[in-house]
């Protein structure tokens, strides 16, 4: 069996990575989108080729070019920072299937909320050192108690998507 990627423990390079997201506002109208600039993380490859690990968000620093949505984005309408700081995703699998696919199993918690999550990333770059995953998903906000929908402006999924960077972990 050949193992996809190296063995051993990986740590998020921050600097080259990225979690943005993306919502249909104002009626689907216009597109919000931002960056969390507050990102972590560190996994484990095992010998046979299953990953598991945690992705860490500090959620206040999500970043919309727009001041006054930022702060209550922040607020307890939505992401409620001051009582839950973080967002994460625990790695429960990472398996590459076919070509380079990598089928990502775990739990999503927001807001102090845990829902199950897969996510079908690309491992778009690796070596012995480095290794980059590419993936694109949606969640439904209301499942997280992001509820807040003044008039009925914010409908539908939220899509993520993310460029994650991770660097052999001592490299």
Known sequence: MTVAVETGLWQLDAAASTVALRHKTMWNLVTVK?????????GEVKADGSATGTITLDAASLDTKN?????HLRSADFFDVD?????????????????????VTGQLTVRGISRPQTVTARLVGKDADALTLDAEFTVDRAEFGLGWNQMGMIRGLTTVTTTLRFVRAGA
Not at 34 to 42: A, D, K, L, N, Y
Not at 67 to 71: H, Q, T
Not at 97 to 103: A, P, Q, W
């Open 34 to 42: 931002g960056t969390f600039t507050g990102v972590g993380g560190q």
């Open 67 to 71: 001041k006054k949505r930022d702060e």
């Open 83 to 103: 009582n839950h700081p973080e967002i994460t995703f625990a790695v429960r699998s990472a398996e590459l299937r076919s070509g380079d696919t990598v089928e």
